[in-house]
């Protein structure tokens, strides 16, 4: 704790990584462009750490001042200490969980790493939900997934939300971002994966079988939006549509349920 | 449109079964002691009356008064229409899809008539969230299980939050609430299920390997809330424990992930 330093004046700039953090336009931009992200609560910090991410600082309030000094202690990082009300004063919220971190990003790996060495990726189109992405990336860590491949339009795995969502599984699962254009999909078929896509269509086929047939090759699964789904030009790009069968009248599951089964369904086969 | 009546008092008792709607502990108390539920928005309302629950009234904003009020013509309740703002004082929120019908509950079947006719149930034990009873009976309705069996202590489906987040699965999939005490399990047994218990517990079967066991049998899926999980006492009761893989170090998913991916393994085996 020989880094602690107790802050009384909002307006510090020490501070400024954790200003206006419930302003999600303003985070969206601010953090990709400083190399920022938040990390929020005890074990998602930990998990942040385990991942290789370095300590900017940490923030945190009298109570938490011990048990959580000591790891950004060991982080080797400062420790600001504030009273809760300027703590909400200066993020905009309720810092109930007791301590935020901010956290250093590391270069992306290149889709060309990620499609050498897995074997069952995930291709995420426009789920720009902060919600649903960190949600996805929890169930395609859970069950097995090698990767995750992001379209230019996804939402930010890093950001506070999704990473929360995700239980930081956003730190344990390998990501890339695919470049624009109609062309993203050739590198990852030229590696040598069959492109699903999940869609309700009828016309699709069981997701089981076609994960049976593909048991020893590479599958790419891709998977879009809530209500949206996969776009005309992403089904039209995939080599097999596949579907989850639904009873009982019901239309769709939500994304990070269908995204569950989809990544079970592949990875059990 | 013969029944439309326009209430511009906010204490017009006719508008009683919709006051306080954001109470969330007075409607958890009220709606099931006056055979009452809601539902909200055109789709849902539908499900509802498609599913035979007769309509009390339907109270609707001017600007869906003719489409909506057709509906509830048809089911020959009462139309209350009312302006946005009274709608909202009534209320107690911004009634942003312009229909809300006050619904009669319909008396539950036993647990014996599900057990009779089912063969995949789901059998919830505390499920308390308003939201995660919803998710699960979405994904229980989507993926085949032919009905669910609650313990007392689990959340109302028919809640309006309940209703809206299973999309009205609710309405489509049969439940039962199983009696308090300890032998409450036995009559699922005695009907022939195999209870399998869901848990991350490592000393757990593979859900998939004991699902392709039991398919061709009768099978009842334990599930407990969200952190929590089952309790010791339906541990103890289960014939046997089942567990999803995990991998990337994640300890879990989210009920409703979990349950969805529970689901599919047992009616996919």
Redesign the interface.
């Known amino acids: 704790m020989s880094t602690a330093v107790r802050i009384t004046d909002p307006g510090d700039p020490r501070l400024g990584d954790y200003t206006g953090l419930t302003d999600v336009a303003l985070r969206r931009r601010r953090e990709p462009a400083e190399g920022l992200f938040m990390a929020e609560g005890e074990k998602v910090i930990r998990r942040a750490l385990d991942a290789g991410y370095p300590m900017r600082s940490m923030l945190l309030t009298p109570r938490w001042a011990g048990a959580m000094g000591e790891l950004a202690g060991a982080a080797a990082a400062p420790v600001y200490v504030v009273e809760e009300e300027l703590a909400e004063r200066v993020t905009g919220y309720h810092v109930h969980r007791g301590a935020l971190a901010a956290m250093e990003r590391v270069p992306l790996p290149e889709p060309g790493q990620l499609l050498a060495r897995g074997r069952r990726l995930a291709v995420l189109e426009a789920v720009n939900d902060h919600t649903n992405i960190g949600?996805v990336f929890?169930?395609a860590?859970?069950?097995?997934m090698d990767g995750v491949l992001l379209s230019p339009d996804c939402a930010d795995p890093l950001y506070r939300r999704s990473v929360k969502v995700s239980?930081g599984?956003v730190f344990?699962?390998p990501y890339a971002r695919l470049p624009r254009g109609p062309r993203a999909l050739d590198e990852v078929r030229e590696a040598g994966f069959r492109l699903l896509a999940l869609t309700p269509d009828a016309r699709a086929r069981d997701i089981?079988a076609v994960a049976a047939e593909q048991a020893d090759g590479r599958v790419a699964l891709m998977l879009g939006a809530e209500g949206a789904g996969l776009s005309a030009r992403a089904l039209a790009a995939a080599d097999t549509w596949v579907r989850?069968?639904?009873?009982?009248?019901?239309d769709?599951?939500?994304v990070?349920?269908?995204?569950?089964?989809a990544f079970?369904?592949i990875?059990?086969a």
């Open positions: 949600a929890r169930g860590a859970a069950l097995g239980m599984a344990s699962l089981q989850i069968p639904m009873a009982h009248g019901v769709s599951l939500n990070a349920a269908a995204a569950a089964v079970f369904a990875t059990a």
